[in-house]
């Protein structure tokens, strides 16, 4: 028989391909779960989900925090931890001082990034932002269309390559304040479904991550086959950056870091108080 069919959305990164490909591609037991693929960069994805269009979807934990009444995070498949939080970068000899005067124009990979947040949250003064795909971010810097650039992703690895200058780490900003590793996004399921189906989804994806983990070399085809870079060693790089033992259960510390960054949402007046039962099978 037939199971539930559910829309799933993720990115094309290398992370998100690695830890969907035994799911998508049924390499584990799916315990009877369909899915229809919405493969997306982040940002896109954010406003789906804002929109209430997907049954499962990646998300920033930013934009996470503006879509609780309508989905529930689960506990795998997250992107979390220290030393992965988004690079601001520049082609000019560009200083933190700089970007706290306001005066720049950067390029960001969307209003709805927890990349944006982190930026809004350290450098206010900056109100001239325009919303780039994160791969062309890079280019924009480059060719002069902004100033500096709030990179995620493969361009974590790659722009030192093109001659742009890391200017800050905002990932390291957050963990010098707060004490918490860096979430970055999520994988949300709806509020509306059965409780089993959402625990149903919750295991599957922590299968396809485990999957994963023991069987490296078996998600390589899909990974190459939707990444923005081709160069293996960054491919690689990027999932063993972003892919951790977060991403198999966030845990206790995980769910402690993701409630600091709604505290913070909250004290910079885009939530107004902290939302409860956010997480699936969460009292």
Known sequence: ?????????????????????????????????????????????????????????????????????????????????????????????????????????????????????????????????????????????????????VIIHENRFTYSQKGLKKICDLGELWENETGQPIPLGGIVVKRSLPEEEKLKMDRVLKRSVEFAFANPQSSERYVKEHAQEMDAEVRQKHIDTYVNDFSIDLGEKGRKAIHALFEKSVAAGILNSIPTGIFVNSQ
């Open 1 to 149: 028989m037939k199971g539930l069919e559910l829309t799933l959305g993720f990115s094309s990164c290398p992370n998100d391909t690695f830890m969907f490909d035994a799911l998508v591609h049924r390499k584990i037991d799916t315990e009877g779960l369909q899915f229809r693929v919405v493969m997306k960069d982040v940002e896109t994805l954010n406003r789906m989900a804002l929109r209430n269009e997907l049954d499962v979807s990646k998300v920033s934990f930013a934009a996470f925090a503006r879509m609780t009444d309508h989905y529930q995070l689960l506990n795998a498949g997250s992107a979390l931890g220290n030393g992965v939080g988004p690079l601001v970068v520049s082609k000019r000899e560009l200083k933190v001082m700089d970007l706290k005067a306001g005066d720049l124009c950067v390029a960001i990979p969307g209003v709805n990034t927890t990349a944006n947040f982190l930026f809004s949250l350290f450098f206010p003064a900056i109100k001239n932002k325009i919303e780039t795909i994160f791969s062309e971010i890079e280019n924009s810097v480059l060719s002069g269309k902004a100033d500096a650039g």
